[in-house]
């Protein structure tokens, strides 16, 4: 019974975020109107699980632990987005890169004060859902979470909301590095107009496998005594080399889910300097 009414809730969510999207060219606008859509979307679920409560404590651990955090991290995201687009700042890139860098310092932050049901989540442990994910449970574990004190204790138990934040923050980082690489991507237009009459160098293999390469040396820390960000080295890389690689992230991510080989650039440069190297030593010889 309560997936069946998370999935017609879930549907008609969908449908009105993307109703007032259409119907919205105020970015500040379209995000309020999200935050009061799926607001709506939580009580009327609330009233639901409180009238028909669930058949038994794993159904509740599901819901408290999978399907509630789901719908709530969208309204954490569209909440946080909402006042990223209200307090930016006006002024050049460099303004606007800073800002959104410090919204990403944000992120990590919480990533780090959390870190435990971060892994917690990543490694789909369940050692602890009967005390994170039942309500009204008086464990010492929920005193860290102030958000247990200040919402509804018939609809949240201790964790869900540090779930949802964990979800929504995922996005959240996702839409601050989009947000970002656009910035990049107008420096770069900007540069192949300005750059010099020289040849310029341009990187012709893949763009996995830059940033395959880009990755390499950040975690080798070759730049700056190791202290040059991922972001400064993408940076440098993109316009030394007139490329646009986009979301590098997601490409990372793309390359980590590789079964098999998921350096095969380093591999392939491997082979090549070695393959020189005989040549230059047989021609000595």
């Not at 160098?201 to 395959?212: A, G, M, N």
């Amino acid at each position: 019974m309560i997936n069946e009414k998370i999935k017609n809730l879930t549907l008609s969510l969908e449908e009105q975020l993307d109703t007032s999207k259409q119907k919205n060219l105020d970015f500040i606008q379209t995000e309020q109107d999200a935050i009061e859509i799926i607001h709506f979307i939580l009580l009327e679920l609330r009233d639901f699980t409180i009238q028909n409560g669930f058949n038994s404590l794993k159904e509740e651990i599901d819901f408290f632990k999978y399907k509630k955090p789901k719908i709530l991290a969208k309204l954490i995201f569209h909440k946080a987005i909402h006042i990223i687009l209200v307090c930016k700042p006006h002024g050049g890139t460099d303004i606007l890169k800073q800002y959104l860098n410090r919204e990403l310092i944000k992120l990590n932050l919480f990533f780090e004060e959390n870190i435990e049901l971060y892994a917690y989540h990543r490694t789909k442990n369940e050692a602890m859902d009967h005390i994170y994910f039942i309500r009204e449970n008086p464990s010492v574990h929920s005193c860290d979470d102030l958000s247990f004190y200040q919402n509804d204790h018939l609809f949240c138990t201790s964790h869900d909301f540090r779930m949802a934040t964990i979800i929504a923050n995922g996005e959240i980082e996702i839409y601050l590095v989009n947000e970002l690489a656009k910035i990049t991507e107008a420096n770069l237009l900007l540069f192949s107009h300005t750059q010099s009459q020289s040849t310029p160098l341009i990187w012709t293999d893949t763009k996995t496998s830059l940033t395959e390469l880009i990755y390499g040396l950040y975690t080798q820390g070759v730049f700056n005594n190791g202290k040059a960000t991922l972001n400064d080295i993408s940076k440098h890389f993109q316009l030394s080399f007139n490329i646009k690689l986009g979301n590098i992230y997601k490409i990372f991510q793309e390359m980590r889910e590789r079964k098999i080989n998921p350096l095969p650039f380093f591999d392939s440069i491997k082979k090549s300097l070695l393959k020189y190297i005989e040549y230059l030593e047989d021609k000595l010889n």
